[in-house]
């Protein structure tokens, strides 16, 4: 099993944990959405940061499997996960495709239908890529972007709050980066860790360009992450489903299975009326 170095590892917990202890967890907001039955043509996507350590990688493909999404999008995959994922889920997902960047800044997308990569963006501000694919969905070709955004660390890996504050628009930097290498004019779906809560700067960047966070639209209160700290456990909302105004979703929520330390986030999404 591969291991990874410092920086790895702080960023699978203490990257949140600074924030976490800070600012806490978003109180209670409106009423969410209720989930409904799609309304025509549809397609389902997954997130999930598996985390490069492989903890019970058996509950993950169980998780995965449970979810059946359409188009699965991970993080933090790595040489290993590849091959045990590969084993498990190639019949399920005859499309599959990994790249490996560092210790944790491997992506995956597993999908029932054929899909070509857009773009893969290397990291300028951040430390890991961003991939972009096109699906050819029931809904025609539709982008979707899988982005592992930097956590809330200092360049040496550490927790500070002068990181914490600083890593705020570096983020909003990489999606920014990544936004350059998207059509506009085409339905769009991006997804990832963005190691942030619903109002961080890149989450609502995002919706300055028309795009809707579909876990926080029908799900108001739940995390997507926990660590374990000390006698603790704190937890946040790092992971997210943002889609274009081209497309609505139907449903969307957290699937608190596996045993990584974020969980596996879904959505199902259909044309915009």
Not at 30 to 59: C, I, T
Not at 65 to 89: H, S
Request: proline share 6%.
């Amino acid at each position: 099993m591969r291991s990874a170095g410092r920086r790895e590892w702080i960023g699978l917990g203490a990257a949140g944990a600074l924030a976490a202890a800070l600012c806490g967890c978003a109180g209670p907001g409106p009423q969410a959405r209720p989930a409904r039955a799609p309304v025509g043509p549809h397609f389902s996507v997954l997130s999930y940061n598996v985390n490069w350590g492989m903890p019970r990688a058996d509950l993950t493909v169980a998780a995965i499997i449970g979810a059946d999404a359409d188009i699965v999008c991970l993080q933090e995959t790595t040489p290993d996960w590849q091959w045990y994922l590969t084993d498990a889920l190639g019949q399920r997902y005859p499309h599959m495709e990994f790249r490996h960047y560092g210790g944790a800044g491997g992506m995956a997308f597993l999908s029932k239908r054929p899909f070509a990569t857009q773009a893969y963006v290397k990291p300028k501000a951040g430390w890991f890529p961003a991939w972009i694919v096109t699906v050819h969905t029931p809904l025609g070709r539709v982008q979707v972007c899988n982005l592992h955004l930097r956590p809330s660390l200092s360049d040496r890996g550490s927790v500070s709050l002068s990181s914490y504050i600083n890593t705020k628009d570096i983020r909003r930097k990489e999606i920014e980066a990544a936004w350059e290498h998207l059509d506009p004019d085409r339905p769009a779906v991006v997804v990832g860790d963005l190691n942030e809560s619903d109002s961080g700067r890149a989450v609502t960047w995002l919706k300055g360009q028309g795009f809707t966070d579909a876990i926080a639209e029908f799900d108001k209160d739940a995390h997507t992450w926990r660590w374990r700290w000390g006698l603790i456990t704190l937890r946040d909302r790092f992971d997210h489903i943002l889609h274009s105004a081209h497309l609505r979703a139907a449903s969307a929520r957290v699937i608190k299975e596996g045993a990584s330390d974020h969980y596996p986030v879904t959505a199902v999404v259909e044309k915009a009326p």
